[in-house]
């Protein structure tokens, strides 16, 4: 793919960003190095780590669309010849709240250790839903989160993940419906490796997104400053009446 500047990738990105604002690249360690294990083979035993194509995919893309909006997902155990090519890159990364805690070891994905150019998420898809994480995960991990959000208990738990998301310093901050209804565990999207019928299939009912709550999530995007990056709405157009050279009135658009 490289012989012609990746050209299937490209095309293939340009086509999402006709219908996307934004583009996450997943697995994006793969493009410094990626665990190839060979053809029909049942297990992984005869596998090797292999070079990806790091930057020069990196370039094919910001030669082929400038200024893309893209976001590299570098989930996981990261390199520092990883780090080095998203720093390199440009991309911001990503943090998931639902990853902070654990209680072994502080986590690059507490807010306190974010910085600017980055992704803040409650969860993301293949994350359990907030509301079902405090029951699902370690307890000694929720006991870190409780403190650190200084809560008794998780009552509050899930708005309180919301309100980290939005109030740290990362340029853009994604809550997932099924958290800001602070739905459970059958509102999760997915589950990563398994394949049921579950997984993508819940759907947010007609209605579940009352006006008290989107007044609610209105009012939390405009206290942390995040209402101030969203598009105005045009201004609405008034009906004048405007007389033609008879003197008869006909309607115009006036701003």
């Known amino acids: 793919m490289e012989k012609d500047g990746f050209a299937w990738w490209m095309e293939r990105l340009q086509a999402n960003l006709t219908m996307f604002d934004v583009l996450r690249i997943d697995h994006f360690r793969g493009l410094e190095s990626y665990y190839a294990i060979p053809y029909g083979d049942k297990t992984a035993r005869n596998g090797r780590w292999r070079k990806g194509p790091g930057m020069k995919f990196v370039d094919a893309i910001n030669k082929a669309m400038p200024g893309a909006a893209i976001i590299a997902e570098d989930l996981g155990y990261l390199t520092p010849a990883v780090r080095r090519l998203l720093k390199r890159s440009g991309f911001p990364g990503m943090k998931v709240l639902q990853f902070a805690f654990d209680s072994r070891e502080e986590s690059d994905y507490m807010p306190h250790n974010y910085q600017n150019h980055c992704v803040v998420y409650t969860g993301t ?131």
Request: aromatic content about 6%.
């Open 125 to 255: 898809h293949d994350n359990d839903s907030t509301r079902s994480w405090f029951t699902s995960a370690p307890p000694a991990d929720v006991a870190v989160a409780l403190e650190y959000m200084g809560l008794k208990d998780d009552t509050d738990g899930t708005w309180s993940f919301i309100r980290m998301a939005l109030n740290s310093v990362a340029d853009l901050a994604v809550i997932p419906m099924p958290d800001y209804l602070d739905l459970g565990a059958k509102a999760r999207i997915n589950t990563p490796s398994t394949v049921n019928s579950e997984n993508w299939s819940w759907r947010m009912k007609p209605g579940a997104c009352t006006k008290e709550l989107a007044q609610k999530m209105a009012r939390m995007a405009d206290l942390s400053g995040r209402a101030r990056d969203l598009p105005k709405a045009p201004e609405k157009k008034a009906k004048a009446k405007k007389k033609n050279k008879k003197g008869e009135g006909k309607d115009a658009d006036t701003q």
